[in-house]
């Protein structure tokens, strides 16, 4: 018998974390632990998917590959939108619960919702899977997590970008990276990493002129950021351009674009993937954007769908870590990826 849901308990400054956004198949999944297996009867089984379907088509995407999953599971799955408001999470997961899901899958507007969502679940005796950004409990344990590992994600953006730069042989003295990053706990993951591993392949490049760009994860605010940091650096012959998505770096090769610096004077690097579609037909973004990484979110969703699986119907430990790989992919390459 399920107690009744917990009320009450704070929680701290909203982190928003956005999933930048980001390949293979639904099916490919590279996870340390076990993997998940297709045997077992999913026949009444209730799932949840928890996200935000109101911030970007990858959520949208996301939650596409979850449902395909689930069919393919035979399990029934219930998907809510929270859009970035973190009481929503809450609100929306209790409901799932009410409805007596068996398992959800959390992606987070707010990492520090763990503890909290954690509690519930345990109450109500839910599985839960973290997506896209960890999440853990009051003692400090993660939840089995199911997306990109930030970090890594964020060195091979900094690998890619410090190889191009090295075969472009720009002068250190007129290069400019610009870090374009977002105040969100992933955001900040990946980008650190660029920054940290291009610097330490090319430390002529002087400190201070690595230029923080702020956004809010979307396009138009890094076109803007970055029209401001143009004009504030006029010196600046050669820019490096790194973000925690796509968005970010198409951003500010369109404000590059605006300020009439040269393409060929540009190195832009995306993460994720989610722009190359309409970034690899755009002239300037197509050439500034040398190139990306992808990672599909339909496996994403569909790892969350099978991680839940693995633990409702199948009574297994799931592996405590599922990450997506992410294969490099530029304006030649990407069509042999990605649909588009």
Known sequence: MRKPLGVGGGYA?????L?????LTAGALTACGSSS?????G????????TQLSVQPYFVTEAD???EQAKKMGVQLQVVDTGLDNSKVISQTKTLMTNGVQGIAVVPSNTDVGPRLATMAKQQDVHLVASDSPLKDSSGKALPFVGLNNKQSGV????????IYGDLKWPAADTYFADVEAPFQACLERTNAEYQVFRKAHPDVPANHVVKVPYDGLANKAQDAMRATITAHPQAKHWVIASCNDAGVVGALRALRDKSVPVGNVLGVGLGGDQACQAYTQSYVKDGMRASTWLNPKAIGAGDVKVLYQMVVQKKTPPAVTYIPTPEINAKNYKQTMSC
Do not use: E, F, Y
Request: hydrophobic letters at 45%.
């Open 19 to 23: 999933a930048a956004a980001l390949g």
């Open 65 to 67: 590959g979850a449902k």
């Open 156 to 163: 091979q953006v900094g690998q890619i970008a410090a190889r």
């Open 37 to 41: 297996g297709d045997t077992g009867s």
């Open 43 to 50: 026949k009444d089984v209730k799932l949840g998917m928890v």
């Open 13 to 17: 400054r909203r982190i928003t974390v």
